[in-house]
């Protein structure tokens, strides 16, 4: 390991995303009483301008007022390029001390993330708040992902990122129009058979992104979050966007409807089968530290201590879905 250690953020569960627009008021109680681990309170691009003030006024309004349970509770703030960063920052972090979180939208640079937790520490030193919150930035620009890794170490508060794909692929000019889907032209071709046939595979065009912020935020101890799947018709391709960003070690998705948060939470929940192998491999290890060996077979596989933190990673997540 190197000599350079650093401190995990603060630990939450982080498997599914709620969005809820901050004008859709009729939404708040069933959001309060979803199964998402996270809720956001939209205040950005859901809202049109002219409905931002009430939207504001809406979302104090409902974490004063209902009752969120355990849930971690956050509200997207518009961009620091609007004329309604501010007043989302002071009127909604004045007033709601049960809120947990801000999430920072279209961050560029480092600088971005020091001028809202400025703002937010004038707020709490005056107003005596009790509670720290956390920031979770949107990665969604080109500059924001060139300057992603000084992004990752720009605030004490930073706890996660979220790939925002959509104005991703925008700032970008990706040949798109899907939110998070993959495209028809992203392909590769299998060199021809005997018969001139030739196979066609498609691929990912968002995994380079994906996987650059995810080294980001695991060197510096925050937690990666997978951006929207716009078709929410398409529980067959949510599930695939979320497969394939769960293998890369994404910690959790977002979900623009309620029906995706379950099936965010079943993708980012250990199965049985991995929690048992788990236990198996951190067993294993024990008898083989007893023994004086470094490492150990199991299964037919060598297992060394790459594989207990692999292991012990997986149980402590496991545990914490299971205190609920």
């Known amino acids: 390991m190197s000599f350079t250690l650093i401190e995990p953020a603060t630990p939450r569960l982080h498997r599914s995303e709620l969005a809820v627009p901050g004008t859709r008021t009729e939404l708040f109680d069933k959001a309060a009483a979803s199964a998402a681990d996270i809720v956001f309170l939209d205040l950005e691009d859901a809202?049109?301008?002219?409905?931002?003030?009430?939207a504001r006024r809406n979302v104090v309004q409902a974490l004063n007022e209902l009752d969120w349970g355990s849930k971690t509770t956050m509200v997207r703030i518009n961009g620091l390029d609007t004329?309604?960063?501010?007043?989302?920052?002071?009127?909604?972090?004045?007033?709601?001390?049960?809120?947990?979180?801000?999430?920072?939208?279209?961050v560029g640079t480092a600088a971005d993330v020091y001028a809202v937790d400025m703002l937010v520490?004038?707020?709490e030193q005056a107003h005596g708040r009790a509670k720290r919150l956390g920031f979770e930035v949107l990665i969604e620009t080109?500059?924001?992902?060139?300057?992603v890794e000084a992004i990752a170490q720009a605030s004490r508060r930073l706890e996660a990122m979220s790939f925002g794909v959509a104005d991703y692929a925008a700032s970008t000019r990706a040949r798109?129009?899907?939110?998070?889907?993959?495209?028809p032209d992203s392909v590769v071709l299998s060199d021809p058979d005997a018969q001139g046939r030739r196979e066609r595979f498609w691929t990912d065009p968002w995994h380079a992104a994906q996987t650059r912020m995810l080294v980001a935020c695991r060197a510096y101890g925050l937690r990666p979050v997978d951006g929207p799947f716009g078709d929410f018709s398409d529980p067959e391709g949510f599930l695939a966007a979320a497969r394939r960003a769960a293998v890369l070690g994404y910690e959790g998705?977002?979900?623009?409807?309620?029906s995706q948060v379950a099936m965010a939470n079943e993708v980012f929940t250990p199965s049985e089968a991995e929690v048992t192998k788990a236990r198996r491999i951190v067993e294993a290890m024990a008898r083989a530290a007893r023994e004086g060996r470094g490492a150990v077979s199991l299964d037919g596989r060598l297992i060394d201590i790459a594989s207990i933190r692999m292991a012990?990673?997986?149980?402590?997540?496991a545990d914490a879905i299971a205190r609920g």
Do not use: F, N, S
Not at 88 to 106: G, H, Q, S, W, Y
Not at 176 to 183: K, N, S
């Open 312 to 317: 012990e990673a997986l149980l402590a997540k």
């Open 253 to 258: 998705k977002w979900a623009i409807h309620p």
């Open 83 to 106: 004329p309604y960063m501010y007043r989302d920052v002071i009127d909604v972090v004045e007033a709601c001390p049960r809120l947990d979180m801000l999430l920072i939208p279209k």
């Open 47 to 54: 809202v049109a301008p002219d409905d931002k003030p009430q």
């Open 121 to 123: 520490t004038q707020i």
């Open 176 to 183: 798109t129009t899907v939110i998070g889907g993959v495209h």
């Open 142 to 147: 080109a500059l924001g992902m060139a300057h």
